[in-house]
T-cell receptor
């Protein structure tokens, strides 16, 4: 069964600095998709970025980029130029080829300091 | 357009009562998912609907939980004889398609229903 591990329960970052949120995964499948979601205090899960297992380049979406290391089974989220509004819970998730569901990690709480 | 809408946003009930949670997916989305978010268990998949196909109920924790999706749109998650361990945030998501070869069918989530069982 697939498993997502986020080892950082909480992180602090200074406004305007970059931060990396760690995510490792475990799967026996060769084909899968990796997702990052942001959950602010309002509760809604907001999609940030996607990386496919066969994508040759790391995904980027504005200030978000994904440091994808397939051999290490890691998919770390990098947020550049942190803003106060980035303070939220961040979840890494995976979908396997035969799965309809997303499997989520435990999440990392990010606090951006002014 | 409008996002995924869930109602009520908060629900307080007494142990043993039945509750119904509603989800309105994004218009045109054929796939609908229910997840549960609790402190002890994190985010867990409950059930998945795709068009007129039989739902994937593999995540439902007990037979007290059921869900239906009428007309391929609105879905209702029903919890019978609620227990205190059912207290959680119930999240609904929808996506435009769910082809097994399409990993990147992004699931868009609602704000959830916070259920408190006293």
């Amino acid at each position: 069964a697939q498993k997502i591990t986020q080892t950082q329960p909480g992180m602090f970052v200074q406004e305007k600095e970059a931060v990396t949120l760690d995510c490792t995964y475990d799967t026996s499948d060769q084909s899968y998709g990796l997702f990052w979601y942001k959950q602010p205090s309002s509760g809604e899960m907001i999609f940030l970025i996607y990386q496919g297992s066969y994508d040759e380049q790391n995904a980027t979406e504005g200030r978000y980029s994904l440091n994808f290391q397939k051999a290490r089974k890691s998919a770390n989220l990098v947020i550049s130029a942190s803003q106060l509004g980035d303070s939220a819970m961040y979840f890494c998730a995976m979908r396997e080829v035969y799965g309809n569901k997303l499997v989520f990690g435990a999440g990392t709480i990010l606090r951006v300091k002014s | 357009g409008a996002g995924v809408s869930q109602s009520p946003s908060n629900k307080v009930t007494e142990k043993g009562k039945d509750v119904e949670l509603r989800c309105d997916p994004i218009s045109g989305h054929t796939a609908l998912y229910w997840y549960r978010q609790s402190l002890g268990q994190g985010l867990e998949f409950l059930i998945y609907f795709q068009g007129n196909s039989a739902p994937d109920k593999s995540g439902l924790p007990s037979d007290r939980f059921s869900a239906e999706r009428t007309g391929g749109s609105v879905s209702t998650l029903t919890i019978q004889r609620t227990q205190q361990e059912d207290s959680a945030v119930y999240l609904c998501a929808s996506s435009s398609r769910s082809d097994r070869a399409q990993f990147k069918n992004i699931q868009y989530f609602g704000a959830g229903t916070r259920l408190s069982v006293l």
